[in-house]
């Protein structure tokens, strides 16, 4: 019963590959979100989809492409990965994109590139 | 930027000291929320403030949102190990009205 749930666990791969990862929510929510968390543990938004929809897009490098196939689902796709992609990458859903809405963070998952 | 600061970054208390943490927003905040995450864990919504000089408690954590609406606090009383991890606030900033978390204050309690 999973609220949020985001795979793999952890990652980890070499400098240049390409990997995913993914995100699904059972809470009916209507927003999800990707965030990183770096070694001192900030916390930033990268992406926001509304039913599908981008509503927020930060300043990411274009190798990060996230997918909304449904609104129960976010991926997160990573090209030529470098070692400052190394990060914690939550995934989160809120009931709707008004900010009164508290976040549901899944697990996360930890990449490590080498 | 707007920005969303935490003081302090950590703080190690001894089990049954209280512990504040502050949260300060260089603009005017709709709301604040505060969130918990563990150790190896994820963050986890604790509560939400709307009104301003609002205050709320949870057992023994005690929540304020500020008169202006800029800064809040999070006061635990007679802190327990299980309220060791980092505590972060986040406000709703920006014309793209994103929630921005704080910079986090790492607890450590030890017995």
């Known amino acids: 019963d999973t609220a949020v749930s985001q795979t793999p666990k952890y990652l980890v791969t070499q400098m240049g590959n390409d990997k995913s990862i993914k995100c699904e929510q059972n809470l009916g929510h209507d927003t999800m979100y990707w965030y990183k968390q770096d070694s001192k543990k900030f916390l930033k938004i990268m992406f926001s989809?509304?039913?599908?929809?981008?509503?927020i897009n930060e300043t990411v490098p274009n190798r990060f492409s996230p997918k909304s196939p449904d609104k129960a689902h976010l991926n997160l796709h990573i090209n030529s990965l470098e070692l400052g992609d190394s990060a914690v990458y939550f995934c989160?859903?809120?009931?709707?994109?008004?900010?009164?809405?508290?976040?549901?963070f899944g697990n996360g998952t930890r990449l490590t590139v080498t | 930027g707007q920005q969303v600061m935490q003081i302090p970054q950590y703080q190690h208390v001894q089990e049954g000291e209280d512990f504040t943490t502050y949260c300060n927003s260089s603009t005017t905040l709709s709301n604040i929320q505060w969130y918990k995450q563990r150790p190896g864990g994820h963050p986890v919504f604790l509560i939400q403030l709307v009104k301003s000089g609002e205050v709320k408690k949870q057992k023994r954590l005690t929540f304020q949102f500020g008169e202006a609406k800029k800064n809040s606090s999070l006061h635990i009383t007679a802190t327990q190990t299980t309220d060791v991890g980092t505590y972060f606030c986040a406000g709703p900033t920006g014309t793209a009205s994103k929630l921005t978390f704080g910079t986090g204050t790492r607890l450590q309690v030890t017995l």
């Open positions: 989160a859903s809120s009931q709707d994109k008004g900010l009164d809405s508290p976040l549901h």
């Open positions: 989809y509304n039913n599908k929809e981008l509503i």
